[in-house]
């Protein structure tokens, strides 16, 4: 056991030589630098290692949430673009993925006007960090980019579902200018988002119609007013008068100043509206955890017996269970919830060659039981 600590430290000193020499800092949950944002409103269900590139307090700014599909058509780029350059303008940072289309749009809006933008990334950290492109916003402190996943790890589907939970936890509200309805991310990251609650969601309201907007609205989402003045952008995103730190040199931090003076000495402390959003939330629902998930009895039955891939019929084999109901909702299912195993077909879930194997998170749980 102890070799295998020493072993195990050594490639994490190694990793971190590695991340460091490329300008990407890692930050764990237990560190007090972890940003607040996710602290607050994912609680037990944050992260537990974030990788990063860019200002690291630049993820507890808030601002606006911008996602849609990667296939849109010219009036919805040019449509993003402005919701960028507004936002830009209007001190309020942009908060995306980083995927092609909408994502991608918003985010290069908001820069190219001299604003802000935070891509929350699935994977690729790495390849983002050295991107020529994101140079100089990165050094100038205008983007950061940060993912929850290996820097070098390449994309699946299962983390793109994870990513969207954080671009809606580190905004203050969110756009959603397009989707399609009942299928794909922007779909199932909306619909995921107006049951957490972390933020007021919003879809375009202008253009062409979309029956998949219109059925996030019966779902409880906002149509999005179509601000046309910073003033009113911020109206939407921000009811409170929340001061963003200005850029060095930058008027746009002479927008807005709405807060009140302070006493000599006093610092005045303002939450913004999603902040209280999910903390309200957070006391409706007494099951939300204060700390990481650990594994229940089930769970640390099914755990150590994974093995490379396997079908749900060998892990059925191996836990020697008879019904095919129980290994589905008694073991899959909690272990595919907290991300300790993953399917190798998650755009199929039911497909008859669907595997499932354990996560990096999972390897650790299965470590810490040899441990004990």
């Excluded at 199929?348 to 470590?367: A, H, K």
Aim: glycine letters at 10%; charged letters at 30%.
């Amino acid at each position: 056991m102890f070799r295998r600590l020493l072993q195990r430290g050594f490639l994490l000193a190694q990793a971190l030589e590695r991340w460091s020499a490329r300008a990407i800092w890692v930050v764990t949950r237990a560190d007090d630098d972890y940003p607040n944002r996710l602290r607050k409103k994912m609680r037990g269900k944050r992260p537990p290692v974030l990788y990063g590139c860019g200002d690291r307090d630049a993820l507890d700014f808030g601002g606006l949430a911008v996602v849609g599909s990667r296939k849109v058509n010219d009036e919805l780029i040019e449509y993003t673009e402005r919701v960028g350059r507004l936002a830009a303008e209007a001190a309020v940072p942009i908060v995306s993925g980083g995927a092609r289309g909408v994502d991608q749009t918003a985010m290069r809006g908001s820069l190219e006007a001299g604003g802000r933008a935070i891509g929350v990334l699935g994977n690729d950290l790495e390849r983002a960090a050295l991107d020529r492109g994101n140079r100089e916003p990165l050094m100038d402190g205008r983007l950061v980019l940060v993912s929850s996943f290996d820097p070098a790890i390449r994309f699946r589907g299962w983390q793109a579902m994870e990513r969207n939970k954080q671009i809606y936890a580190l905004a203050d509200s969110a756009l959603v200018v397009n989707s399609d309805h009942g299928h794909g991310g922007t779909w199932a990251g909306a619909t995921e988002q107006l049951k957490l609650r972390y933020v007021p969601v919003y879809v375009r309201s202008t253009g062409e119609p979309s029956r998949g907007l219109d059925a996030l609205v019966a779902r409880g989402a906002r149509w999005w007013s179509e601000p046309e003045t910073p003033d009113k952008l911020r109206e939407i995103v921000f009811d409170d008068g929340t001061q963003i730190p200005a850029l060095a040199g930058s008027p746009q931090g002479e927008l807005f100043r709405s807060e009140p003076e302070a006493a000599p000495g006093v610092a005045v402390v303002r939450e913004s509206r999603s902040t209280e959003f999910a903390e309200r939330t957070a006391e409706d629902d007494p099951g939300l955890p204060d700390e990481a998930p650990v594994p229940g009895k089930n769970e640390k039955r099914l755990l150590p017996v994974m093995s490379g891939e396997m079908s749900r019929k060998e892990i059925r084999d191996a836990l020697r269970l008879k019904s095919r109901s129980d290994v589905k909702k008694r073991f899959l299912d909690p272990c595919l919830e907290k991300g300790w195993i993953e399917m190798t077909m998650p755009e199929n879930e039911r497909s008859p060659r669907q595997r499932f194997r354990l996560t990096s998170v999972g390897r650790t749980w299965v470590e810490a039981f040899e441990d004990e």
